[in-house]
């Protein structure tokens, strides 16, 4: 089955870094666009970044110039760096596989792995 494991989150202090990981299997990993999303506490999940099978990304505004979105087909890991990290970036950060399933495509999430930025 398709399963997808974040780590690398963390305590971190304002401007600090750290880099997430998203290892993930049952499904063929270099075909498929995978995100990161975001949820702080009381808020929506919301989009941080994407990147696509053909290595094609975006972002969302509040993390361009800090966050990279990268992958690794032949570890079927997707990494987000994120650098100067402030204290709005805590939360819980998620990843996110689109996958065909049949004629349809269906959205797979990891358990997600919290970030937490002190200032």
């Known amino acids: 089955q398709v399963q997808l494991v974040e780590s690398g989150g963390g305590l971190v202090q304002a401007g600090g870094s750290l880099r997430l990981s998203c290892v993930a299997s049952?499904?063929?990993?270099?075909?498929?666009?995978i995100s990161w999303y975001r949820q702080a506490p009381g808020k929506e999940r919301e989009l941080v970044a994407t990147?696509?099978?053909?290595?094609?990304?975006n972002y969302a505004d509040s993390v361009k110039g800090r966050f990279t979105i990268s992958r690794d087909n032949a570890k079927n890991t997707v990494y987000l760096q994120v650098n100067s990290l402030k204290p709005e970036d805590t939360a819980v950060y998620y990843c996110?596989?689109?996958?065909?399933?049949?004629?349809?495509?269906?959205?797979?999430w990891g358990q997600g792995t919290q970030v937490t930025v002190s200032s």
């Open positions: 996110k596989a689109v996958v065909w399933r049949g004629f349809q495509l269906v959205n797979y």
């Open positions: 049952g499904f063929t990993f270099s075909r498929s666009a």
């Open positions: 990147i696509t099978n053909t290595d094609s990304t």
